[in-house]
């Protein structure tokens, strides 16, 4: 299969713990793009690359978190002294560089949760 | 700012049958795009039609048709023929074109459960 992998699928760790997620996307995409889903709502926009630069970040997007994608192909997800506040699902998404639709393809999502 | 809205409480409808999921957007880009993703529990984000803004024609992928309603903003997704493996969370989304990042908004979703 050649679709966006995440790992780990499920990550459960300890309120102050860092944590590091990992996204494949589709080989020969070149944007990716980062989600987080809290229970009872819709993803919401945290980051984006086109290949290994990161173009935007969201607000939601704190201090504590960073993202990387070294060469413009896997990108990594790193939580430092993690909250309660970010259990939640983290999707990552990938699409091709379009001049029109973006058609996102995502992850199956790891969910964190935060003791 | 970009807006997504998706009022409805859970959704039910039969085996066979046609329903439809409202979804009304608020956005002041000329050009933008409108998709639905199909949210199973297992988690993964299908995607399952799209509609631009300049499109004349209702969008169609099989069993899904999009009403595009451009006055109105609104882009319901209508399902024909509703099979038990359409259950799920259904979320209506929007992107506009900046030439560099096509982030998505999403809705809160609804729940579709289909009743055999």
Known sequence: DTGVSQDPRHKITKRGQNVTFRCDPI???????????TLGQGPEFLTYFQNEAQLEKSRLLSD?????????????????????????MYLCASSRDSHTHDEQFFGPGTRLTVL | AQK???TQPGMFVQEKEAV??????DTSDPSYGLFWYKQPSSGEMIFLIYQGSYDQQNATEGRYSLNFQKARKSANLVISASQL???????????????ANSKLTFGKGITLSVRP
């Not at chain 1, 990387?68 to 002294?81: A, M, N, V, W, Y």
């Not at chain 2, 439809?20 to 957007?25: H, K, P, R, S």
């Not at chain 2, 493996?85 to 506009?96: E, I, P, T, V």
């Open chain 1, 64 to 88: 504590r978190f960073s993202a990387e994608r070294p060469k413009g192909s896997f990108s990594t997800l790193e939580i430092q002294r993690t909250e309660q506040g970010d259990s939640a």
């Open chain 1, 27 to 37: 080989s020969e995409h070149n944007r990716l793009y980062w989600y987080r889903q």
């Open chain 2, 85 to 99: 493996g359409d259950s799920a969370m259904y979320f209506c989304a929007m992107s506009h074109y900046t030439g």
């Open chain 2, 4 to 6: 997504i809205t998706q």
């Open chain 2, 20 to 25: 439809t999921l409202d979804c009304t957007y």
